[in-house]
């Protein structure tokens, strides 16, 4: 049964940091780029962050470029996204995919639920 359970959303100040973790089971980790993706109602799904499998490389949109940090720890089979200096704009639901694509949702084979992040003015 293959899941992907997103978590450690909540609500922050502006300037304030996050940690989402992902963990995944029920498929081959290592066979999966691992994605973050984010989306606010009325808007289409972004794709926020993301870690090759093949080589660990790792993808930012411009938007969190300098802020976002995406880490992978393979003995746990768990993505993380360290989010810092967290602005309003941050403020979506974010969900963590696997898939063969780097940032597009059309790439994705599983995803999780989504974890809130709320950052306040």
């Known amino acids: 049964d293959v899941q992907l359970q997103a978590s450690g959303g909540g609500l922050v100040q502006a300037g304030g940091s996050l940690r989402l973790s992902c963990a995944a089971s029920?498929?081959?980790?290592?066979?999966?780029?691992i994605n973050w993706f984010r989306q606010v109602p009325g808007k289409e799904r972004e794709g926020v962050s993301c870690?090759?499998?093949?080589?660990?490389?790792?993808y930012y949109a411009d938007s969190v470029k300098g802020r976002f940090t995406i880490s992978s720890d393979n003995a746990k089979n768990t993505v993380y996204l360290q989010m810092n200096s967290l602005k309003p704009e941050d403020t979506a639901v974010y969900y963590c995919?696997?898939?063969?694509?780097?940032?597009?949702?059309?790439?994705?084979?599983?995803w999780g639920k989504g974890t809130q992040v709320t950052v306040s003015s």
């Open positions: 995919a696997a898939g063969q694509g780097l940032l597009l949702p059309d790439g994705m084979d599983y």
């Open positions: 870690i090759d499998s093949n080589d660990g490389s790792t």
């Open positions: 029920g498929f081959t980790f290592d066979d999966y780029n």
